[in-house]
Structures are given as structure tokens and as C-alpha cells.
């Protein structure tokens, strides 16, 4: 079973694409990040001539999370639990029957927390952070498989950026950032990549601005966060680096593992 999350910055804008990138990769679970639409304007019926089930917790114009599976979830949730008034659409899980059991995927889009010294921004992120972890441990309690995917706008690691310098102030890397990032992984969470490649560098994201992608000027924030019962079954990941290449691109690039799972 092959797993994957992209943020996709805009699902219309990024629409050709994102079905180029369907039929070449084939993924059987995809988590996407940044919709940037409403439910009801979300492209289903291309995906859904593909043969994807489509789940979405849409926003207008920006965030907004979704599930695409070859598999019809049996149950989906939308929100992160503990954010009461919390408008802004940036989580969704999906419960799905694979071989054994079941095993619960969340498309999640971690807030960006820029500028670091804003009053709100930066303790939102690290509140939502707080959330995350509390969620995790509840979904963990129940030893299940349990993939949390997304855009985490946490670099983990020094080598996990192109200059840790140029990143020293910056909320996806000031140390409360990447300490909440590791509170998450004690849990008893596997990093996917990082469990299967010591590569340096390895990134995900290239901004468009300053010719970031020719200079490979990037940063590792969207991760596969895997649960014991999950990562038992990790075969291999990859991060598809080249479809940042392609014309009209997302910043980010899709990031897969694959599981020894199968569908029921």
C-alpha cells in the first residue's frame, strides 16, 4: 500500500498536475495540504474518473486538507479535536480496512507561525502543536496503525535545511518549533524518511522566490509520521522530487512510503 502526502497549493490551480501525478506514481491513499477552495469547488470528478474516493475539509481561499483513496474510508473525521472556535480547516482523518484491521491516515497542515514574534501567529502554531500531540496519544492508545501526514512547517534538523543560518529565526525552525516536533515523535512516532534514508540533503520544499529550486535552496517540513503498529510495515519511502520540475509546480513535492498492507 502506497501512502503519500502533498501539499498541493491549490488543487485547480495544480489540477493537471496532481492527475499527471496519480496515474505516474499511483498511490492508493493520498493526503493533500492546501486545497485553497470549498468543498463544493473541489475538482472530484477528474479524480474520481481515475478511481479515487474523494474526502474533503475545505476552506475558501487558503488551508483546507483532503483524502484521496482507492479504498471508500469507513468512517472520516474533520477537525483536530480541542480547538473549540477553531475555524480553520487544516486537519482530516480517514479510517480504512486493510488486511488485518483497519488503519487511520490524517492529511494535516500545521500552521506556518510566521512572523515568529507575532502575539498570535507563533502561539497558535505551537498550541495547534499541543493539540496534535494529545490527538496522537489518544489515536495511539489504541494500537492501531496510524499514519499522521502532512505539511508540518517544522524543519526537523539542521541538515534538514539548505543553511540553518538563514533559518535560525524563522518559526518552522526556532527551538520551541522543532522541541514540540520531537514531543510528538517520543510518543512513540516513527519519521518515515528519516527511518529509511540518512540522505543529506533531502527536501521537500523550494520557495519560488530567489531561484530557490535551480539552487536547491529547500527544507524538509512535510513529513509521514507513523505509529509502531505502522511502521512495522514500512517497506521504503521516496520523495518525488521531480515533479517540482514540472511546469506550474507546487512549492512542495509529493512524499510516499510504502506499507505492507493490502486493501480488504
Known sequence: MKIATWNI?????????????LKESNPDIVALQEIKTVDEGFPRGEIEALGYHVETHGQKGFNGVALLSRIRPDEVNRGLPGGDGDEQARFIEGVYSVEGGAIRVCSLYLPNGNPADDPVKYPYKLAWMERLSAFAESRLALEEPLILAGDYNVIPEPH????PKVWARDALFLPATRQAFRRLENLGLTDAVRATTDTVPLYTFWDYQGGCWPKNFGIRIDHLLLS???ADRLLSTAVEKHVRAWEKPSDHVPVTAVLDYAAR
Do not use: F, K, S
Not at 497549493?9 to 499527471?20: E, T
Not at 534538514?160 to 543553511?163: A, K, P, R, Y
Open 9 to 21: 497549493n491549490g488543487v485547480r490551480a495544480r489540477i493537471d498536475n496532481l492527475l499527471a501525478w
Open 160 to 163: 534538514d535545511c539548505w543553511d
Open 228 to 230: 509502531a503498529e505502522a
